[in-house]
């Protein structure tokens, strides 16, 4: 790709992308089951605001 075509950073399409999960479960990898409540789910939550850095 020509760099010289692309539009300045925070400009045009060349902007930091927003990206929304939704229907997002804690699932059990092994058997597939969804994961309710309990300590699994706490460490999930937790895990979540650290994927948007």
């Known amino acids: 790709m020509d760099e010289s075509k692309k539009p300045p950073v925070g400009?045009?399409?060349?902007?930091?992308?927003?990206?929304?999960?939704l229907n997002v479960r804690?699932?059990?990898?092994?058997?597939?089951?969804?994961?309710?409540?309990?300590?699994?789910?706490?460490?999930?939550r937790d895990h979540k605001p650290l994927m948007k850095q």
């Open 26 to 44: 804690c699932m059990n990898n092994s058997n597939e089951k969804e994961y309710i409540d309990g300590p699994m789910v706490n460490k999930y």
């Open 11 to 21: 400009q045009g399409l060349n902007k930091t992308a927003e990206i929304t999960l």
